[in-house]
């Protein structure tokens, strides 16, 4: 991997630059399969916990970048690589860094180039998908190589200091997280059994209800429990074996980004996979799943199918409400030891799709066309008086009265008041988890919510509450309507700014849609409303963006930066230039996910600097600096000559 060294000054400079427009936070966002590894250790799928990751996020520190949004690390299976579908406390062992395996502080569980070779045998040329399970499998079998000799080594006479060690603090992980180790590995053990993937096919067995037995099943369910626990016990073991490597790597990865001053942000995804669906079972609604209704993005909505958390079991029962000195149900219990797992594991947490967790979007689950019956779906707690779901009464927060009928049910104003204790109801879930971040030493600034083009009224008086804000894709900006919630103008100091993110197409390659539509103009002339001040010099510089399409790139990223906004992310694709997309939301193609860093990365980075198709960093800093006009540019006049030479070393090539 090419690392040509960034001038001396440039994080100096840089960190100076987020200073003066009070940006607090920059953070580049990449998911788990997207990072760079070096040649020797690559098996064609990207970890963070890689040798090329961890130089690729020293870079990113360089850089000036002050945080790293990672995206849910749950397992995924081979047949599904979303990680929005992986599980929520087992991580994904295909993260786990082989070549480290091979030496003595990790018991030298592997031979010497053993992972050199499974990287020669990669099919380079395969397609995503293909490339993607020949990795799964790959992984896995050099997995169970490890396995078996930890085992051996664990057995000998005299074992190694090193696997001394390891033993003694498999023994302690294993006991510290025992609750979610069996259920996890019995989820294998049952499908391996029964040779199915899939726990529906026997949802009605006792199997399928071992964790949430019927009435006069419970002493048959923990028998059944004790039977499968002997029977598998190396089984057990091995799971969590392997989930001890990948938590004791991610626990490394936690000590290089806090030397490096680089927060790590977890996603704590609103789904769940049919691993948890099957373990937490007796937390979930009967009839009804989550998924989001008609909008802007999605115009047909979309059914995820994701199990919806029954609001009868957020407290006990005879329990009384938020605020009355209540007592946990089930259902808190759950999100607090969620919460409690991510937080000893992470510096903050994207809240995804947090609609979720106040307003959540249900549609039945027996219906033959799942996007029909979301689009004639409810919001959960707001439906007092629907026909077609009378069951959702039980639920409801608010009266008929507070509900506006002129509007379809999934639009932002549905819900027309609300008094302060019904936001206090509305909110318990979202408490929780507030709650869990100041118990693990968080702060409320520490927490993201992912809310995007829709914000219902419930939703904006519960992120009120704790002075939140919410996402601003730019790409998505509509041009005409000046009260727009994706344009700059319109953010306040607590929202996140971004030009796109991992459901959105790059700039570089929006930025050629908007040239062969013919729509550069108009991007144009918005931009140069919002970065030139003076208006008798606007016309000029809009003509510049719209003859340059790097330029206006440039400008586009440098209105994140003029913004009210006080943090700013920035999807990989967007800092390096790179044209494809990561994910298509909506679609089932296995070129999602897959996309990745390139191991050469710096070097193709610095060559696209050359004709401004990456992300220059400096001369965004020092565009967005200018918008401040002429006392501005007066104030900081050093520091722009210094952004200024910045940019122009990095435009002149490697």
Avoid at 156 to 174: G, H, V, Y
Avoid at 260 to 281: C, E, M, N, T, V
Wanted: proline content about 7%; hydrophobic content about 40%.
């Amino acid at each position: 991997m090419s690392r040509a060294p960034l001038p001396e000054d440039h994080h100096r400079l840089v960190t100076q630059a987020l200073a003066a427009l009070d940006v607090r936070n920059l953070v580049l966002s990449i998911h788990d399969p997207s990072f760079p590894s070096l040649p020797s250790e690559d098996s064609g799928r990207g970890s963070p916990y890689s040798e090329g990751a961890a130089l690729f996020l020293e870079s990113a520190r360089a850089l000036g970048f002050t945080g790293i949004q990672l995206g849910p690390q749950g397992q995924t299976t081979e047949a599904n690589a979303s990680p929005y579908d992986g599980t929520l406390f087992s991580r994904n062992i295909l993260n786990i860094a082989l070549a480290p395996l091979e030496h003595e502080p990790w018991g030298a569980l592997l031979p010497p180039g053993r992972v050199e070779a499974l990287s020669r045998s990669r099919p380079h040329a395969a397609h995503p998908g293909e490339r993607y399970r020949w990795a799964f499998r790959a992984q896995l079998a050099v997995l169970d190589e490890a396995w078996a000799s930890f085992r051996r080594q664990r057995a000998e006479p005299k074992p190694s200091a090193a696997i001394q060690d390891l033993s003694r603090r498999f023994t302690s992980f294993r006991q510290r997280h025992r609750a979610w180790l069996v259920r996890d590995a019995l989820f294998e053990v049952l499908c391996e059994e029964k040779g199915v993937p899939d726990w529906r096919p026997w949802a009605d067995s006792l199997d399928g209800r071992l964790w949430n037995p019927a009435p006069g099943e419970e002493s048959a369910a923990a028998a059944r429990v004790l039977a499968l626990e002997s029977r598998f016990g190396d089984t057990l073991e091995r799971y969590a074996f392997l989930q001890f490597l990948v938590h004791t790597q991610h626990e490394v990865l936690r000590e290089r980004t806090a030397t490096w001053r680089l927060k790590l942000y977890g996603d704590l995804q609103i789904g769940f996979s049919p691993r948890d669906a099957w373990a937490w079972q007796g937390l979930f609604l009967r009839t009804y799943l989550m998924g989001a209704p008609p909008s802007r993005t999605n115009p047909d909505g979309q059914p995820w199918n994701y199990p919806v958390l029954d609001p009868e079991q957020f407290f006990m029962e005879g329990g009384e409400g938020p605020s009355q000195g209540f007592r946990p149900g089930a259902v808190l219990r759950f999100m607090d030891a969620r919460m409690d797992k991510m937080l000893a594991e992470y510096d903050g947490l994207r809240l995804d799709h947090p609609h979720g967790l106040v307003c959540p979007w249900v549609y039945r689950s027996n219906q033959w066309d799942p996007v029909a019956a979301v689009q004639q779906g409810a919001r959960l707690f707001s439906s007092p008086d629907l026909p077609e779901h009378p069951e959702l009464a039980r639920y409801a927060l608010v009266s008929p009265e507070q509900v506006d009928r002129s509007v379809p049910r999934y639009v932002d104003g549905e819900v027309k008041s609300l008094t302060p204790e019904q936001v206090e109801r509305f909110s318990v879930l979202f408490d929780t988890v507030v709650a869990a971040a100041r118990r693990n030493g968080r702060e409320l600034g520490d927490l993201l919510g992912e809310v995007l083009s829709t914000m219902p009224y419930p939703l904006g008086r519960v992120l009120a509450r704790y002075g939140m804000g919410r996402f601003r894709v730019t790409q998505k900006a509509d041009l005409r309507n000046p009260a727009d919630v994706y344009r700059s103008e319109n953010a306040a100091a607590e929202d996140w700014m971004m030009v796109g993110n991992h459901d959105t197409k790059s700039l570089w390659r929006l930025v050629g849609d908007w040239q062969w539509r013919g729509t550069l103009r108009a991007q144009a002339d918005y931009l140069a409303t919002r970065l030139c001040p003076e208006v008798e010099h606007r016309e000029a510089f809009a003509r510049e963006l719209a003859t340059d399409p790097g330029r206006l790139a440039q400008a586009k990223l440098a209105d994140l930066f003029a913004s009210r906004a006080r943090n700013v992310m920035v999807f990989f694709t967007d800092l390096l230039g790179m044209p494809e997309t990561y994910n298509e939301p909506g679609t089932i193609d296995e070129r999602n996910w897959s996309l990745r860093v390139p191991a050469d990365w710096m070097r193709e980075y610095r060559e696209r600097l050359r004709g401004d198709a990456a992300m220059n960093l400096p001369g965004v800093l020092a565009m967005a600096l200018r918008a401040g006009g002429a006392p501005v540019r007066q104030k900081h006049r050093e520091l722009l000559a210094g952004l200024d030479r910045l940019a122009a070393e990095l435009r002149g090539g490697a």
